[in-house]
């Protein structure tokens, strides 16, 4: 009988962590038709205690190499993501920016947003393999620009550590607070002191433009921190990727 009760005990607990992981077949399944039709950029791998996560490194194309650029996609996407993140990662590198977009955790379609929020325990060994990654390299000027939920996971990563070497940080699309502190992006932004742009579009989701005055109101003692409405783009910035590029190049290279 106890041993019967000890494996469903175990059988429990397996079940409670797969539920709080990342979903690993899909990483897989996206990274194998990534790696397959790559065209701009390379593929690397950065090898976790349980798993390998994909990353695509793109050089810059210019002469004059400004830094590096950690691109972090939305909820249950990729790095290779064609809004916003394959822009961002393809064309910042003509304007001297590399860039290294990250596969951040995922979980099945169905998912909900607040499903997420176990992952948030996932995120810093991935960023903190990204940062890695760039000054093996050579770079030390090194950013991150974020998607939606990637945003959200980047502030809760930069509020934990304060002693980080990323210089500046573009929130694109950064939703506002949630019941679990981990995704409250207020409690983050508080605590964040590096230059921050929060970029939202005008035809943005309910959520994030009701919360657009929490966020700048949160992020006040941080004097580096702006915020900017983008006229007539949505969450995805269809039909906005040069402006999108545009606005995180002059920001990044200003501040």
């Given at each position: ?10 059988f ?121 990654n ?11 620009v ?12 930069l ?26 992006t ?13 970029l ?11 919360s657009s ?6 992020a ?36």
């Open positions: 009988m106890k041993i019967r009760m000890s494996l469903v005990f175990l429990m607990i397996n079940i409670a962590f797969a539920a709080q992981a990342s979903d690993l077949a899909k990483e897989k399944r996206w990274a194998d038709q990534i790696v397959d039709f790559l065209i701009d950029g390379e593929a690397e791998w950065f090898n976790l205690s349980s798993h390998k996560v994909l990353a695509i490194y793109t050089e810059p194309t210019i002469d004059e190499v400004k830094g590096a650029v950690i691109v972090i996609h939305g909820s249950g996407v990729h790095p290779n993501w064609q809004e916003v993140v394959q822009p961002l990662r393809t064309q910042l590198p003509e304007k001297g920016w590399a860039t290294l977009a990250i596969q951040m955790p995922v979980l099945d379609n169905d998912a909900d947003y607040n499903d997420y929020a176990p992952l948030f325990d996932e995120v810093a060994p991935r960023i903190d393999a990204a940062i890695k760039l000054q093996n390299k050579g770079f030390k000027n090194i950013n991150i974020a998607h939606s939920l990637g945003s959200a996971m980047s502030a809760y990563y509020s934990n550590h304060k002693s980080t070497v990323i210089k500046r940080f573009v929130a694109v699309g950064m939703p506002g607070p949630r019941v679990d502190e981990r995704m409250n207020l409690k983050a932004l508080q605590k964040i002191n590096i230059p921050v742009l929060d939202y579009g005008e035809k943005d989701l309910d959520s994030i433009l009701e005055k929490q966020r700048e109101d949160a006040s003692p941080n004097k580096k921190y702006s915020q900017k409405q983008v006229a007539g783009a949505d969450h995805f910035f269809v039909g906005k990727d040069d402006e999108l590029v545009s606005l995180v190049t002059n920001w990044l290279n200003k501040n």
